[in-house]
C-alpha cells in the first residue's frame, strides 16, 4: 500500500523574484533612513539642551502620552548617549510638548 505522491511544485517567475527582492531592498533602506533621521535629530535636540559633546546617540523608545487633565498629547523619548565632556554614559527621557519645547530627565553613570 505505498503509493508514491507526486506533488508538483512550480518555481516562481524570475520577474516576481527580482521584485521581492527590489521591495525588499527599498524597505531595508527606508527602514535605515528613517532610524538615521531620529538619531540625528534627537542628537541636534540633546546639542540644544546643552550636551554639546556627544556620541552614540540612540533613540530605544517613542511614546505619545496625553495629561489626563487637560488632554494634551506630547511626546516623550527614551534616549541612550556617551557624553564625552563627563565620560559618562547617559540614559533618560527627553519630553517634546505640543508646542515643540523640549524637557530632558537623564541619568549619568
Known amino acids: 500500500m505505498s503509493q508514491q ?3 508538483e511544485v512550480r518555481k516562481l517567475p ?7 527582492v527590489i521591495m525588499s531592498v527599498i524597505c531595508f533602506l527606508g527602514f535605515l533612513f528613517i532610524m538615521f533621521t531620529k538619531n540625528l535629530k534627537m542628537e541636534e535636540v540633546l546639542h540644544d539642551l546643552g550636551h554639546k559633546n556627544i556620541t552614540n546617540v540612540k ?3 517613542k511614546l505619545s502620552v496625553e495629561d489626563k487633565e487637560t ?3 506630547s511626546t516623550v523619548y527614551k534616549v541612550m548617549f556617551l557624553d564625552k565632556d563627563l565620560n559618562k554614559e547617559c540614559i ?5 510638548s505640543n508646542h515643540g519645547k523640549y524637557n ?3 541619568d549619568c553613570k
Open 92 to 96: 533618560g527621557f527627553v519630553h517634546r
Open 71 to 73: 488632554k494634551v498629547k
Open 104 to 106: 530632558e530627565d537623564f
Open 59 to 61: 533613540v530605544i523608545n
Open 5 to 7: 505522491n507526486n506533488i
Open 14 to 20: 524570475k520577474k516576481t523574484v527580482i521584485i521581492i
